[in-house]
């Protein structure tokens, strides 16, 4: 069976686009999962599960109800150590590099380690790399940390090739649940010349034209989440 990772980095090498659609269990009806899943675009890739404060109990009914409705695999997203399911297919092992809080450096990432050493699920080692949004964003007020500036173009691509050396196989840019401002082309221009590896991009998306941008300055992977909330899905 191909690895998720595998399919990320074969995608990338023919320079194909992904999309992925992010469902927080908070603010998800699991008895309406069909109905969300039909209105997705059909071009999705994969179901990116998590939020910053979703409970275990949420985040696995959320898996379990998408499961039983798409053949889309399912990916982790976790806000804690405690957002994590056999349910999923993949985890995104994130470690919040923009911040120094080392609770989201390694704290939760070891918290995790008795959850994840005998699991199944694929580990995604990932860069987390928090962006100004133009708001305070649940990441921001969880973890106590702050994004970097916008402004902090090459101190931001600096950040990301530091955990590429760092060992890790993903870089994910991402302005926070509902920012006003998406992340910015020349940000993610530039981390793409300056890593190698696949690169995530996600926050503040909510158009055609914004979503196209953030492929055309390199993003290899967009996710999608406050768009398709409730009754604000948008056409892509």
């Known amino acids: 069976m191909t690895s998720i990772y595998s399919e990320i ?6 320079g194909e686009k992904l999309l992925c659609i992010l469902i927080d269990p908070e603010n998800f009806d699991n008895n309406k999962a069909e109905a969300f899943l039909k209105r997705m675009p059909q071009n999705a890739s994969y179901l990116l599960v998590g939020g910053s ?10 898996v379990e109800a ?49 959850r994840l050493q005998f699991s199944s699920l694929e580990i ?10 133009g708001k305070e964003s649940a990441v921001q007020r969880v973890s106590k940390t702050q994004p970097m500036s916008r402004c902090e173009v090459n101190l ?13 196989n993903l870089v994910y840019l991402e302005a926070g649940s509902g920012a006003k401002i998406p992340v910015g082309a020349a940000i993610i221009s530039e981390v793409k010349k300056t890593v190698t590896i696949p690169l995530i991009v996600g926050g503040g998306i909510r158009s055609k034209e914004q979503l196209q941008e953030a492929y055309d300055a390199g993003a290899d992977i967009v996710v999608i989440g406050t768009a398709f909330e409730g009754n604000n899905f948008v056409q892509l």
């Open 9 to 14: 980095l074969a995608s990338a090498s023919r």
């Open 53 to 62: 404060t979703a409970t275990a109990q949420q985040t696995e009914q959320t």
């Open 66 to 114: 998408l499961k039983q409705h798409s053949e889309l695999p399912v990916i982790l997203f976790p806000g804690s150590h405690e957002q994590i399911t056999e349910e999923a297919d993949a985890i995104l092992f994130l470690s919040l590099l923009s911040g120094r809080n080392p609770e989201y450096l390694i704290g939760q990432q070891i918290k995790s380690v008795p």
């Open 124 to 133: 995604l080692p990932t860069a987390y790399i928090l962006i100004d949004g």
């Open 156 to 168: 931001i691509s600096e950040t990301a090739l530091a955990g590429e050396f760092s060992g890790k």
